[in-house]
């Protein structure tokens, strides 16, 4: 879900229209939070990093959010896919890892 949200966002993030990206900082600033939220979810997932991974999905739900009246329809899959993968990484428990002690 990880990888899905990261192509997502960065697929949302390459077809904003912004002919002038320097000046538009709103756009730019929307396109770099929420690349960065999807790149953080996707590296705190492989990881099992729980903490981190509802940290990039509550933010990139908050790019998605801000937006919510120019784009942030672009990024709401992104975002459902974050939190979906934050949800199933929390209900899915890795065990720990057993020393090996002598007998």
């Known amino acids: ?18 002919p002038r990206p320097f000046v538009d900082v709103f756009a730019a600033l929307l396109v770099a939070g929420a690349a960065a939220a999807a790149l953080v979810g996707s590296g705190a997932a492989w990881t099992d990093s729980g903490r981190l991974l509802w940290g990039a999905a ?11 009246a120019t784009v942030g329809f672009a990024f709401a899959p992104a ?7 934050a949800l199933v990484s929390g209900a899915v428990s890795v065990p720990a890892a057993r020393r090996d002690e002598p007998a």
């Not at 975002?79 to 993968?85: I, V």
Request: aromatic fraction near 0%.
């Open 1 to 18: 879900m990880s990888t899905l949200a990261t192509a997502a966002a960065i697929g949302a993030a390459a077809s904003i229209p912004s």
């Open 58 to 68: 509550l933010a990139m739900t908050g790019v998605a959010l801000a937006a919510a």
């Open 79 to 85: 975002a459902a896919c974050l939190l979906s993968a």
